[in-house]
């Protein structure tokens, strides 16, 4: 089986593609107990990089991907620290 990204992109006012993110932490479960396997990594390929936030008319968007089964601290928390560390450097630079 082919296997695809599950991907968020961002195109502007004037149909350009302005950011591509791939999700990076795919939702694999496979419980043992409950019969319940969800492995998502079986059919969508796992990203590689975080994309920095994206400038926008109304602010900064952070790209992301989140399962609505679970949502790791582990994804949100690396971005808001990313997020926090580039408007330092904006401040500072």
């Given at each position: 089986m082919e296997k695809i990204y599950n991907t968020h992109i961002l195109i502007n006012n004037?149909?350009?593609?302005v950011a591509v993110?791939?999700?990076?932490?795919?939702?694999?479960?496979?419980?043992k107990d409950t019969g319940v396997r969800l492995m998502?990594?079986?059919?969508?390929?796992?990203?590689?990089?975080?994309?920095p936030p994206v400038p926008t008319p109304v602010g900064k968007?952070?790209?992301s991907i989140v399962s609505l089964i679970k949502i790791?601290?582990?994804?949100?928390?690396p971005?808001?620290?990313m997020?926090?560390?580039?408007?330092?450097?904006?401040?500072?630079?």
């Open positions: 004037e149909g350009e593609l993110y791939r999700k990076l932490h795919l939702f694999d479960m496979d419980n998502e990594s079986d059919y969508v390929l796992k990203g590689i990089e975080i994309v968007l952070a790209l790791n601290n582990h994804v949100i928390i971005f808001l620290k997020i926090f560390i580039y408007d330092i450097k904006k401040l500072i630079f």
